[in-house]
């Protein structure tokens, strides 16, 4: 039975580590898929030629090991369909898992453009009152500057009076101690003034005792010359 024979591109990989290759092969196109190489078709024609031109001797022994190769070759690629067959299937679950990720990324940006127009709404009321901040900082600032020259007015006063304190404490100093002398000086005057007052009683005590004396002998003489 004659079968129509079609070119395929083949993508090969031996395994997961090493490239895919891509290879042009020819199989049939019936339910029973047969693959060949361009070369095993040739080496198939000149197979065939050899065999009508040597139908009448039978098969000679190199036609039986292109038979023998031939079925190698063909069990060669056969397992190269299956490992082709595991390859795809793999390369299907990485796309299906590279189309979740997919989605789920898209989802991710969604979520992070309505969270940028959030926050963009947030930093604009963010931005507004910042701004009402801000003056109302400049106005604090303000206030605090006048404190501050208040604060150094009333610190150079406080400074200023503490100093007329000192000097006033330094006066009192002075005139306590001056006060103290004063009050020593009036005490030894006060001690003078009674050694005086002592002597000036004793001095009139003895001028009254003298007088009384003197009286008493005048009397006595008048009473002597009158007898």
């Not at 993508?11 to 339910?31: E, R």
């Not at 040597?54 to 190269?80: P, W």
Request: charged share 35%; net charge neutral; with cysteine.
């Amino acid at each position: 039975n004659e079968l129509t024979v079609e070119r395929y591109n083949c993508f090969i990989g031996i395994d997961k580590d090493s490239a895919t290759k891509v290879k042009k092969i020819y199989g049939t196109s019936g339910l029973d898929l047969y693959l060949f190489n361009p070369s095993e078709i040739i080496t198939n024609m000149k197979d065939s030629l050899k065999k009508e031109g040597n139908q009448v001797k039978g098969a000679t022994l190199q036609e039986r090991e292109s038979i023998e190769s031939l079925k190698l070759e063909l069990s060669s690629v056969n397992l190269e369909k299956k490992n082709l067959e595991k390859k795809i299937i793999a390369l299907n679950l990485q796309l299906q898992k590279n189309q979740r990720f997919i989605d789920e990324y898209e989802e991710q940006i969604a979520r992070i453009l309505e969270q940028k127009r959030k926050s963009d709404e947030n930093c604009n009321i963010f931005l507004k009152l910042q701004k009402n901040i801000q003056k109302e900082l400049e106005g604090t600032k303000k206030k605090f500057l006048e404190e501050e020259l208040l604060t150094t007015s009333i610190q150079k006063e406080l400074e200023y009076t503490k100093q007329q304190l000192l000097e006033e404490r330094k006066i009192k100093v002075a005139v306590e101690s001056k006060l103290k002398e004063c009050q020593e000086e009036n005490v030894i005057i006060k001690q003078q003034g009674e050694i005086i007052n002592e002597e000036k009683r004793r001095l009139s005590e003895e001028l009254e005792l003298e007088k009384n004396q003197s009286i008493m002998e005048r009397l006595l003489r008048r009473r002597t010359n009158g007898v």
